[in-house]
């Protein structure tokens, strides 16, 4: 019954190396978002996306995609991992404005 | 873009006792001010929210205020308890439109004493 669900929980992978993280909401939003949250707690958002256009914060590198195969899913395609990608990823949805929930999160350590 | 300042980074306060945490926000525009709690390991979870055309909501012990005019927003926790004790981060919001995210304070670590 969990509304929004990300996998995997943790991950842990060498540099340089190509990982995704999966998303999936079960609430009928229409808008999904990645947030990362790096080792200080700060949280900022990375993508959002609904059916019309993807928001892509400009100081996020292009080695991070996102890719939505239906509204209910907003994956995440990491390539060439750095070091300074370790942090935990959030994803999150809302309908509109309305009902943001969050993910339990995916910690993300790169070695 | 929006930039929202959030203080105090730490909070400590006597079980029992009221917390305030405090939020200010730049962009005019913003129009939906949630906030969220987050324990050790989860994710965030809101908590309460208001918008631009509301000056103060409550439910049971949590509550908040917002100013338009100074462009600054509060949280207040009264009877404050032990399972209070989490990060709790305020965040602004414009609706546009478009797909349109939150843009978070920093977080306030909010330790209840026993």
């Known amino acids: 019954d969990t509304a929004v669900s990300q996998t995997p929980k943790y991950l842990v992978t060498q540099m340089g190396n190509d990982k995704s993280i999966k998303c999936e909401q079960n609430?009928?939003?229409?808008?999904m978002y990645w947030y990362k949250q790096d080792s200080k707690k700060f949280l900022k958002i990375m993508f959002s996306?609904?059916?019309?256009?993807?928001?892509i914060n400009e100081t996020v590198p292009n080695r991070f995609s996102p890719k939505s195969p239906d509204k209910a899913h907003l994956n995440l395609h990491i390539n060439s991992l750095e070091l300074g990608d370790s942090a935990v990823y959030f994803c999150?949805?809302?309908?509109?404005?309305?009902?943001?929930?969050f993910g339990s999160g995916t910690r993300l350590t790169v070695v | 873009g929006e930039n929202v300042e959030q203080h105090p980074s730490t909070l400590s306060v006597q079980e029992g006792d009221s917390a305030v945490i405090k939020c200010t926000y730049s962009?005019?525009?913003?129009?939906?001010f949630p906030w969220y709690k987050q324990e050790l390991g989860k994710g965030p979870q809101l908590i309460i929210d208001?918008?631009?055309?509301?000056g103060e909501k409550k439910d049971q012990r949590i509550a908040v205020t917002l100013n338009k005019t100074a462009k600054h927003f509060s949280l207040h926790i009264t009877e404050t308890q032990p399972e209070d004790s989490a990060v709790y981060f305020c965040?602004?919001?414009?609706?546009?439109?478009?797909?349109?995210?939150?843009?978070f304070g920093k977080g306030t670590h909010l330790i209840i004493q026993p």
């Open positions: 609430l009928g939003h229409d808008t």
């Open positions: 208001i918008r631009s055309n509301v």
């Open positions: 996306y609904n059916n019309k256009e993807l928001i």
């Open positions: 999150a949805s809302s309908q509109g404005q309305h009902g943001y929930t």
């Open positions: 962009d005019s525009a913003s129009n939906y």
């Open positions: 965040a602004a919001s414009y609706a546009g439109g478009g797909a349109d995210g939150l843009t």
